[in-house]
């Protein structure tokens, strides 16, 4: 079992950046392919990105590409999420989700997580 945590979200103006962290307990870190999803008020939640076990290998969602990062410290337990030039469409509940073996691999959907923290709001004013 892993336990998350996110942190890091806030209010900041289009084109700014904020920085997510998710860090997790246990001793099983690097086992777990680590994605960050979003829901925002009325919307079902989605995928931003994810990332492999050794941080090789990530995939973003179309909207995000080029403004996100995700990347992970395993000798930390901890994920991030790099956001970078906001915009208010990236307004959000963000989620940090776990799971050992994403049926889809780094294209899984919310489905295939088995672990999640409880969220950390992102709001983008215009």
């Known amino acids: 079992q892993v336990q998350l945590v996110e942190s890091g979200g806030g209010l900041v103006q289009a084109g700014g950046s904020l920085r997510l962290s998710c860090a997790a307990s246990g001793r099983t870190f690097s086992t777990y392919v680590l994605g960050w999803f979003r829901q925002a008020p009325g919307k079902e939640r989605e995928f931003v990105a994810s990332?492999?076990?050794?941080?090789?290998?990530?995939n973003y969602a179309d909207s995000v590409k080029g403004r996100f990062t995700i990347s992970r410290d395993n000798a930390k337990n901890t994920v991030y999420l790099q956001m970078n030039s906001l915009k208010p469409e990236d307004t959000a509940v963000y989620y940090c989700?776990?799971?050992?073996?994403?049926?889809?691999?780094?294209?899984?959907?919310?489905?295939?997580?088995?672990?999640w923290g409880q969220g950390t709001q992102v709001t983008v004013s215009s």
């Open positions: 990332i492999g076990r050794s941080g090789g290998n990530s």
């Open positions: 989700a776990a799971d050992r073996l994403p049926p889809s691999g780094l294209r899984g959907g919310p489905a295939e997580y088995g672990y």
